[in-house]
């Protein structure tokens, strides 16, 4: 089992900026990909970004050259810098992990609200 506990969620005027941090514990030497997920009121859950064990990412084209997803193995926490927030970008975020057997898990999630 993985537990994944994230923060740094709140409220930030559009323009701002807000990190968020995803902190692993348990079985985390099974774990290859952690990232963000997120959900906005009446939509699914879409991915954010994420990166491999390796360091490979990816992003969602509508969070390119403003979110910046990054992963301190000694500390077993990934990390996403929001900038240049937008109202659009309001949503409750997921960090997810995956491990190599292929499980999947969830944090509780953390509000983001980007006000205009």
């Known amino acids: 089992q993985v537990q994944l506990v994230e923060s740094g969620g709140g409220l930030v005027q559009a323009g701002g900026s807000l990190r968020l941090s995803c902190a692993a514990s348990?079985?985390?030497?099974?774990?290859?990909?952690m990232g963000w997920y997120r959900q906005a009121p009446g939509k699914q859950r879409e991915l954010v970004a994420d990166m491999t064990s390796g360091g490979r990412t990816n992003y969602a084209d509508s969070v390119k050259n403003r979110f910046t997803i990054s992963r301190d193995n000694a500390k077993n926490t990934v990390y996403l810098q929001m900038n240049s927030l937008k109202p659009e970008d309001t949503a409750v975020y997921y960090c997810n992990s995956n491990t190599w057997a292929g499980s999947n898990y969830w944090g509780q999630g953390t509000q983001v609200t980007v006000s205009s």
């Open positions: 348990g079985r985390i030497f099974n774990i290859n990909t």
